[in-house]
């Protein structure tokens, strides 16, 4: 029996006056809708140059197989990607051959972190990690950001760092040690290699792996102004970084906040979702 389908919206934790995200009896359908948003997170990721040749990916967890989960097939450009293209994959690692796209290439960095995310947090849908240029460069500093902006505070408390460097993730003991340290928390710092983000959506995620992009862009800004002056950034204070942080950190804060890219993305490409029957046999 297939597996019961993962809920996308949690009607409590949206306030009346915001739409909840649309809700899905028949998994099969749910399953052709991850697909399609899973690809439009691709092509945000390529619009904004998150891609570094082959490297990064972003995952999301299968509505009727909960073992499994969807991923890109490597060596195709994000920006090129589309439902059809992608890879169903256990968390052995194997590519699910009936449900799969043509190109079965798969990222071995990809499957040792993510089955590795998936597997220790149930609660998530979708993990993403690059090697963005400025949460890279922070990376390199092996430090927590600081409360020091509103969208700072979405990570207030919500971030962890794992600080070692063993080079490329080949082995499922690294991709462990990057769940663990990830712990609970939406965001990890991968020191000298970039960041992961891993939420209860596909648009969540994709919101605060930009925002957090941001952020380490604003704090090395910050604090090289600072420098200058002989200063240290002014940091907001904890009960109000911790309740910026209830209101912007939430997961429908960041289903929220990342709507307008999909609209925008609707609207630049002309292609919504559409739901066909035949999407059944895969």
Sequence with gaps: MPAPSISTRSEKDFPRNIPPPQAFSDPFEQRAFLKFRLAQAYRIFAKYGYDEGVAGHITVRDPIRQDCYWVN?????????????????????????????????LNQAAYMIHSAVHEA????????????????????????????????????????????????????????????AMGSNKA??????????????????????????KCCQVQMLADQAAAARGLKPRLIDPVNAADTHRHLGSEMGGWFNAIPEFQLLEHEEGKKFEYLTAQKEN
């Design 73 to 105: 097939p490597w060596g195709v450009h994000f920006k090129l990607m589309q439902p059809e293209l992608l890879l169903l994959v256990d968390h052995e690692g194997k590519i699910q051959e009936k449900e799969s796209g043509p190109s079965r290439y």
């Design 121 to 180: 947090r149930p609660d998530i849908l979708c993990a993403a990690h690059s090697h963005t240029m400025h949460a890279k460069a922070f990376s390199a500093l092996g430090v927590p950001l600081d409360p020091i902006t509103q969208d700072s505070c979405a990570f207030y408390n919500d971030l962890s760092i794992y600080s070692e460097f063993r080079g490329i993730v080949e082995d499922h003991k690294e991709g462990l040690a990057i769940a663990t």
């Design 188 to 213: 990890v710092i991968l020191q000298n290699h970039g960041i992961l983000v891993a939420t209860k959506s596909i648009e969540s995620t994709v919101f605060f792996f930009i925002s957090l992009e």
